[in-house]
Nanobody, 114 residues
Framework: QVQLVESGGGLVQPGGSLRLSCVASGIFTIYGMGWYRQAPGKQRELVATITKSGSTNLSDSVKGRFTTSRDNAKNTVYLQMNSLKPEDTAIYYC?????????WGQGTQVTVSS
């Protein structure tokens, strides 16, 4: 059974940093990995993607502040979030792709507030 477990969310002040992690288990041959987020009353937004070879793509709203990376040996993807803003407040979901479909984590709450 495929399972994605996220960690690292929480409450942080504006300008602060958080690092999200997502560990995938029960899945072979992971291709793409990445992160979505969804704020209350807003549509889901693709935040970051990373290919198996490490090529990344970030949304314009986080470019220059967020980075994503992965450890293929550990089936883990990371999202480093710096210079956080209140508008970054959302539930963050990781995903992984194999040849058949995309799998999602359960989500982790990130709240940016003073």
């Amino acid at each position: 059974q495929v399972q994605l477990v996220e960690s690292g969310g929480g409450l942080v002040q504006p300008g602060g940093s958080l690092r999200l992690s997502c560990v995938a288990s029960g899945i072979f041959t992971i291709y793409g990995m990445g992160w979505y987020r969804q704020a209350p009353g807003k549509q889901r937004e693709l935040v970051a993607t990373i290919t198996k070879s490490g090529s990344t793509n970030l949304s314009d709203s986080v470019k220059g502040r967020f980075t994503t990376s992965r450890d293929n040996a550990k089936n883990t993807v990371y999202l480093q979030m710096n210079s956080l803003k209140p508008e970054d407040t959302a539930i963050y979901y990781c995903y992984v792709d194999n040849i058949l479909r995309q799998y999602w984590g359960q989500g982790t709450q990130v709240t940016v507030s003073s």
